[in-house]
């Protein structure tokens, strides 16, 4: 089988952005020393003799030195190699100076100007090299726009560093997220099995579709609002099954359309947590309100549940140091960074968590 030798259409968008880059800065260079130049063709001649040694001297520098040096924590061999690459550069430039283009410089400007004398072009080649003003012009002319070029590259790297560790993070917190549901549910669906209840088998169905939910459906970055929300009432009504009449639940929703779209199981966990904490650690009577309403893109999702007669200091705990709740903010802070606000309230009877959620301002984690 042959390789494919052609480059793929990622990699020739790279090319392009490299290639425009570099035509950007030929083009500047030409606006600007074509100033004191006879006319502009001579100007975008000597830029571009120039040109091979500014690119030259970035791909080296951002693309094997600091590729096999500093990102493998080769700080000696890299600081030399940087260090090498800056003069080499910069005697390169300066030579190219001297042997080529001011030379055709001279020329040009003596054809128009017979009497015009250039102090840069007196003594030895020597003198020229070395004097200090003629090295430091160039160091600063071959260094301007290559740092430029490596400061967005060190940007570019950072921020798919970023990404990346956000991506990694983002899977960790679903990963714990699945198994803490399966458990909680799982054990719901043994009680039942042990009173040998008719209702084992909607709970066996039920459960089957909130996982195919979350092992096919939430492996996206967003989701539809109406589904997610779907998926909390199908969760609702298998806890509905455990507890029969010995909880009151009300779910009021307004505004919901198929339009808005959320990043999948932020709702769920809190839903669950309110059963966890509240009805299934309350002996009496026991009651859930749930509140979700949605305009113009902005959620507002409030749920509320009864707390457990007992004085026990570790009950309010378990509230706040939940594993849903836990993940819930912490996705949030990644998800919707400033477009978020999730508080808790707690009362002698009551515990209730209030999300506010901007939908359209989610941020894009890269694949």
Sequence with gaps: MRPNVYPTHQARIRILQHAAFWIVVLIILTVIYGAGMPDYWIAIGVVALFLPIHIAYFYSIGYVIIPKFFNRKKRIEFFV??????????????????FVADPIIYSAVKKTDPTFIWKKLEGSFWQQLTKPVYLIS????????????????FFKMWFERRQAAMEAELNFLKGQLHPHFLFNTLNNL????????????????????????????????????????????????????????????????NGLS???????????????NA????????????????DL????????????????????????????????????????????????QLKILEEDEVFAVILELELDKKIEIAS
């Design 138 to 153: 160039a160091f600063e002319q071959t260094n301007i726009f290559v740092w430029i070029a490596l400061s967005v590259k």
């Design 190 to 253: 043994y009680a039942l099995t042990l009173n040998q209840s008719p209702q084992s088998p909607g709970v066996v169905l039920g459960l089957a579709e909130i996982l195919r939910y979350m092992l096919y459906e939430a492996n996206t970055d967003v989701v539809d609002l109406e589904r997610d929300i779907k998926i909390v009432e199908s969760y609702i009504e298998l806890e509905k099954i455990r507890y029969e009449e010995r909880l009151d639940i009300n779910f009021s929703i």
């Design 293 to 340: 309403r949605v305009k113009n893109n902005f959620l507002k999702f409030k749920i509320s549940n009864s707390k457990p007669d007992r004085p026990d200091p570790k009950d309010s705990r378990n509230h706040h140091t939940s594993i849903g709740l836990a993940n819930v903010r912490k996705r949030l802070e990644i998800l919707y960074p400033s477009a978020h």
């Design 81 to 98: 190699l940087l260090i090498a690459a800056v003069v080499f550069s910069t005697l390169t430039f300066r030579l190219m100076e001297i």
């Design 258 to 272: 198929n339009e808005y779209k959320i990043a999948p199981l932020l709702i769920l966990p809190l839903v669950e």
């Design 275 to 290: 059963f966890k904490h509240g009805a299934s650690e309350q002996v009496g009577q026991a009651w859930i309100n749930i």
